[in-house]
């Protein structure tokens, strides 16, 4: 069974950025898209970014596209997340998740195992 573990957030002031990354061990990582999610306090849990599994298509979620980056490194099982010019909205649990197909999906429920969430917090 496939385990995700992300690390890299904590709290920033609005302008600022962080890097979310995520560990994967299991399943043949490099076969498989992932993505990035994050929940708000009372909020449903919203899609923010996918990559393929080679990396070579990407997908942003409208309030994020031109200011998060995700990436991966096949040869770490490693995903991640650069955020730019925060925003307090911006606050919230960010899961990274794996989808055992290889294409992109903005939907959670296409994915298949989801890490345990690191908390990311922008002050204004």
């Known amino acids: 069974q496939v385990q995700l573990v992300e690390s890299g957030g904590g709290l920033v002031q609005a302008g600022g950025s962080l890097r979310l990354s995520c560990t994967s061990s299991?399943?043949?990582?490099?076969?498989?898209?992932m993505g990035w999610f994050r929940q708000a306090p009372g909020k449903e849990r919203d899609f923010v970014a996918t990559i393929n599994w080679s990396g070579s298509i990407t997908n942003y979620a409208g309030s994020v596209k031109g200011r998060f980056t995700i990436s991966r490194d096949n040869t770490k099982n490693t995903v991640n997340l650069q955020m730019n010019s925060l925003k307090p909205e911006d606050t919230a649990v960010y899961y990274c998740?794996?989808?055992?197909?290889?294409?992109?999906?903005?939907?959670?429920?296409?994915?298949?195992?989801w890490g345990q969430g690191t908390q990311v917090t922008v002050s204004s």
């Open positions: 998740a794996v989808r055992y197909a290889g294409r992109t999906a903005t939907e959670s429920r296409e994915y298949d195992y």
């Open positions: 299991g399943r043949t990582f490099s076969m498989y898209a």
